[in-house]
């Protein structure tokens, strides 16, 4: 599943938020209902329930005994919560999620490959300057998306 497009959104005090109708529409044409939504790069990262199934069951390979990605596992897998749209289309953020991102008011949700990302407006503007400022200015950045043939 493909997400596409960036939204902006305002979050309320109760820490509720629109999905975008798109994005929705994606989930319920595939007959899911809910999202598991969790921390990662200063943004939370938002999968449809069956793409975060095929992550866990890859996750459930790592050794009990490597300690960075056991770490890893308690950050990623740790703060993951199930979460279902309301009959509005909102979702509601945990408090430690939205801490972690910095939500509190104007939010930014953008599509990716196999999930959705919402953004703190501020990080997200400053996410996009650094990468427009510096991003095409890196060889090795600029060989990978070359390489996408895109």
């Given at each position: 599943?493909?997400?596409?497009?960036?939204?902006?959104?305002?979050?309320?005090?109760?820490?509720?938020?629109?999905?975008?109708?798109?994005?929705?529409?994606?989930?319920?044409?595939?007959?899911?209902?809910?999202?598991?939504?969790?921390?990662?790069s200063?943004?939370?990262?938002?999968?449809?329930v069956?793409?975060?199934?095929?992550?866990?069951?890859?996750?459930?390979?790592?050794?009990?005994?490597?300690?960075?990605?056991?770490?890893?596992?308690?950050?990623?897998?740790?703060?993951?919560?199930?979460?279902?749209?309301?009959?509005?289309?909102?979702?509601?953020?945990?408090?430690?999620?939205?801490?972690?991102?910095?939500?509190?008011?104007?939010?930014?949700?953008?599509?990716?490959?196999?999930?959705?990302?919402?953004?703190?407006?501020?990080?997200?503007?400053?996410e996009?300057?650094?990468?427009?400022?510096?991003?095409?200015?890196?060889?090795?950045?600029?060989?990978?998306?070359?390489?996408?043939?895109?």
């Amino acid at each position: 599943m493909i997400f596409r497009g960036r939204f902006e959104y305002t979050i309320d005090l109760k820490g509720r938020v629109n999905i975008p109708a798109p994005f929705r529409e994606l989930l319920h044409k595939s007959g899911q209902e809910s999202f598991v939504i969790t921390n990662y790069s200063d943004c939370i990262y938002v999968y449809p329930v069956d793409d975060w199934t095929r992550i866990e069951e890859k996750l459930s390979n790592v050794s009990s005994v490597d300690r960075k990605l056991n770490t890893f596992l308690r950050f990623f897998i740790g703060a993951a919560v199930e979460i279902s749209p309301d009959k509005q289309g909102r979702i509601l953020i945990p408090p430690s999620l939205r801490t972690y991102a910095g939500l509190d008011k104007d939010v930014v949700i953008t599509g990716m490959p196999n999930r959705f990302e919402i953004w703190a407006r501020d990080k997200w503007t400053e996410e996009i300057g650094r990468f427009e400022k510096e991003g095409f200015e890196d060889p090795e950045l600029e060989r990978e998306i070359k390489s996408l043939r895109i």
